[in-house]
């Protein structure tokens, strides 16, 4: 046990660095491009970090046809999403107050409230929709053209933050490859490091996935505990991470546009993959699980259509919605 502690910490670690490579790659690509924080956060940021738990679960049930795989498969689809609009909204909210209380930074989020509030509305659109479509598992063809009409919304969400209006990107640090290996910065060498940071990030989530499963397994964890808290918090790692950079930089809009935009990614990938290829009968704690997801995304939007900016402790009450699913869990 002592060893697979050791190597997990060792792939955390690896992560913590891809992540680093990863936000200095992808700030640098908007900036060459000329991208709005939207386009960066919410799509490119998203899509890369969000790759993992979405790999995860396509995978196992691909290639196990057991309905215990199913049920880990499904758990997993419905765990990224519940971990980021809970407790990934808990640590950045929580990120912001320790940055304002060592002096880095204030306690006001200065996001766009536009950006984010297209993707907290398609998150709970697209989602809820999904969820609410286990009330006809039964009807297939009904399920299955809901699922694709599902997927085909991700194009009209992408138009909508390619063509909206945003924040060009500011205070953008040199390229890691210029400052440590004196390479030119333009697209390409940008791409090399970007592309580095995301397989870096996703061989980390991979060993780290692996060892958790491992040690969870040491204890006699069960299967649907694992699939829906324990690998989902793996996954994300990369989320909250970039999310606690950024913060930490001032650059709200990518932070939080970041876990917002892979929220959406999550609800018209995975998802709909798990509407077609499985039985899509959810219930008990996996229903818990996205009825809170829904929750702490719909609370932050009220918010922020109310105040036109994000709330560190608003943020923090996904904590709150956390600890009830744990409670659900174990009670």
């Not at 890369?48 to 046809?65: D, R, V, Y």
């Not at 980390?204 to 204890?219: K, N, R, V």
């Not at 829906?228 to 546009?257: D, M, Y």
């Not at 918010?303 to 994000?310: A, E």
Request: proline share 4%.
């Amino acid at each position: 046990m002592t060893v697979t502690i050791a190597f997990l910490c060792a792939s955390f670690l690896i992560i913590l660095a891809s992540c680093y490579v990863f936000v200095n790659a992808v700030e640098c690509l908007g900036g060459a491009c000329n991208l709005h924080q939207g386009i960066v956060g919410s799509i490119l940021a998203a899509i890369g970090t969000a790759l993992p738990e979405t790999i995860i679960p396509i995978l196992a049930i691909l290639f196990s046809k057991t309905m215990s795989a199913h049920d880990v498969g499904i758990g997993a689809i419905a765990g990224a999403p519940f971990m980021l609009s809970t407790l990934a909204f808990f640590v950045t909210g929580a990120a912001v107050l320790i940055y304002s209380a060592l002096g880095k930074r204030t306690r006001h989020m200065n996001v766009d409230a536009g950006i984010i509030s297209k993707d907290l509305t398609f998150f709970l659109i697209i989602y809820g929709t999904a969820v609410a479509s286990t009330l006809i598992y039964e009807i297939v063809w009904l399920k299955i053209l809901i699922a694709i009409l599902l997927l085909l919304s991700y194009s009209l969400y992408l138009k909508l933050i390619v063509s909206g209006e945003g924040t060009l990107l500011k205070n953008v640090g040199p390229l890691y490859l210029k400052v440590y290996f004196k390479l030119p910065e333009n697209v390409p060498w940008i791409s090399v490091q970007l592309l580095f940071g995301l397989l870096l990030m996703l061989a980390g989530a991979h060993f780290f996935i692996s060892y958790i499963q491992s040690l969870s397994m040491t204890l006699g964890i069960a299967p649907l505990i694992l699939s829906l808290v324990i690998t989902p918090i793996a996954t994300e790692l990369p989320e909250k991470l970039n999310s606690v950079l950024w913060v930490g930089r001032n650059k709200e809009t990518l932070a939080i546009g970041n876990l917002t935009g892979a929220m959406v990614f999550q609800s018209c990938f995975p998802v709909v993959f798990g509407m077609i290829f499985t039985p899509w009968n959810l219930r008990g704690i996996i229903l818990v699980s996205a009825a809170l997801a829904l929750a702490g995304a719909a609370i932050n939007l009220a918010w922020l259509k109310i105040f036109k900016h994000m709330n560190p402790y608003v943020l923090m009450a996904g904590g709150a919605l956390y600890a009830v699913f744990i409670c659900c869990v174990f009670l």
